[in-house]
């Protein structure tokens, strides 16, 4: 079955940029919608944003200025950049696999269709903290 | 900001029904999603598409749809469903493709 580890360092300087990586075992990244979410300490979770398969990226309007996330097919890993830190970022940080997709008509306008965040990583604290 | 709200927490009797609500003005037009997580553990999905389950999840976890609210209904709540139960839906406009409702704590007394 499909498998999601997340791996990156667990502290990070604030002002500085936080980088993770998802790596996605058991199965193709070459589909779906990859997500990245976190939960800061005794608090809900916020989405940040997601990937498809294709390249096409999704952002919290929220975190939008501060958030890239990329993929690399060839390793099978997706990735998340953070940047200017502050305290505010401390959480832990999950990466989820949603196996929807997407549809484009032919006046290029894409309707996304989801099924649900099915599968997670165990997820990975990052504190932010000098 | 696009909001869904959850009730902060809800208590019931082993045996007895939960319900959790999930409320957003978009709820009529998007599709509604459930998730359960227990302490120090990652969310898990226990409804999709407003009422459906995925394999795997016991038959007690329902889930159902009326104007601006979602329902999470477990039937015959078990002690090791007490856990946080968080929902998430998207606006109508694609500004907000995921957002999170702010969770609802199960108590099994």
């Known amino acids: 079955q499909v498998q999601l580890q997340e791996s990156g360092p667990g502290l990070v300087k604030p002002s500085e940029t936080l980088s993770l990586t998802c790596t996605v075992s058991g199965g193709s990244i070459s589909s779906y919608y990859w997500s990245w979410i976190r939960q800061p300490p005794g608090k809900g979770l916020e989405w940040i944003g997601y990937i498809y398969y294709s390249g096409s990226t999704n952002y919290n309007p929220s975190l939008k200025s501060r958030v890239t996330i990329s993929v690399d097919t060839s390793k099978n890993q997706f990735s998340l950049k953070l940047s200017s830190v502050t305290a505010a970022d401390t959480a832990v940080y999950y990466c989820a696999r949603d196996p929807g997709f997407a549809v484009v008509a032919a006046t290029g306008v894409t309707t996304d269709y989801y099924y649900g965040m099915d599968v997670w990583g165990q997820g990975t604290t990052v504190t932010v903290s000098s | 900001s696009y909001e869904l709200t959850q009730p902060p927490s809800v208590s019931v009797s082993p045996g007895q029904t939960a319900r959790i609500t999930c409320s957003a003005d978009a709820l009529p037009k998007q599709y509604a999603y459930w998730y359960q997580q227990k302490p120090g553990q990652a969310p898990v999905l226990v409804i999709y598409?407003?009422?459906e389950r995925p394999s795997g999840i016991p038959e007690r976890f329902s889930g159902s749809s009326s104007g601006t609210t979602v329902t999470l209904t477990i039937s015959g709540v078990q002690a090791e469903d007490e856990a946080d139960y968080y929902c998430?839906?998207?606006?109508?406009?694609?500004?907000?493709?995921?957002?999170f409702g702010g969770g609802t704590k199960l108590t099994v007394l």
């Open positions: 598409k407003d009422s």
């Open positions: 998430q839906s998207a606006d109508s406009s694609g500004t907000y493709p995921v957002v």
